[in-house]
């Protein structure tokens, strides 16, 4: 069926270094995306959403970029921080549903 | 803002006994509260969508006589897993959503049962 997925389940970082995570989508109805961020043993966090008609959305050190084209969504988080891993969830939402299709995740590590 | 609450955060209880986890919205309206499930280093799983005053819907494979759910009203949902197994033990977490906005996160349930 239709799905979410991600194209690497692991990332490591420099700190300081910027970071791509990057989500593959298959729904091409799929109007409003959503990164999630999940520390461990913690429920997911809202980090940035953008819906269809936006191709880039910038949030604090956060920038989202969506290629409709070819259904890629990225998460760039710029100068890496210790705090800044965890588990890196995108979601897809296709108009008129309600509920969220998650992919699995990418693990976000940074070496010191 | 969008704050959404679970309780309790960790449950321990023994094969047979049912347990209420509570999701309540703190600063909003939730039209519509979701329950997941996640296993260890996996995604979550979509358990069932709560619309306020109605009925769940529960997704396929997801026992609705043993996940009792209820949304009573804009800003609390309950999950009642009952007669628990061992195999029900898992972190559970909610979402609410008000209409047309993201959905927040609780920050989960770790329930281990004996």
């Known amino acids: 069926g239709e799905s979410v997925g991600l194209h690497l389940p692991t990332l490591s970082v420099q700190e300081g270094d910027n970071s791509i995570i990057n989500c593959a989508y298959s729904?091409?109805?799929?109007?409003?995306f959503i990164w999630y961020k999940q520390e461990s043993g913690k429920g997911p966090q809202f980090i940035i959403d953008i819906r269809s008609n936006m191709d880039k959305r910038q949030g604090q050190r956060v920038t989202v970029l969506l290629n409709k084209t070819v259904k890629h969504l990225s998460l760039q988080i710029a100068a890496t921080q210790p705090g800044d891993s965890a588990v890196y969830f995108c979601a897809e939402i296709y108009q008129g549903a309600q509920k969220l299709v998650f992919g699995q995740g990418t693990r976000l590590t940074i070496n010191p | 803002g969008a704050v959404v609450s679970q309780h309790p955060s960790r449950v321990i209880c023994k094969s047979g006994t049912s347990v209420k986890i509570e999701c309540r919205s703190l600063d909003f309206q939730a039209t519509t509260m979701f329950w997941y499930r996640q296993f260890p280093k996996k995604s979550l799983m979509l358990m069932a969508t709560s619309n306020e005053g109605s009925k769940a819907t529960y997704e396929q494979g997801v026992e609705k006589d043993k996940f009792l759910i209820n949304h009573a009203s804009l800003t609390l949902s309950t999950l009642t897993v009952t007669s628990a197994h061992p195999e029900d033990s898992s972190f559970y977490i909610c979402?609410?959503?008000?209409?047309?906005?993201?959905?927040?996160f609780g920050p989960g349930t770790r329930l281990l049962v004996l």
């Open positions: 979402s609410a959503r008000e209409k047309d906005a993201p959905q927040y």
């Open positions: 729904n091409s109805a799929s109007d409003y």
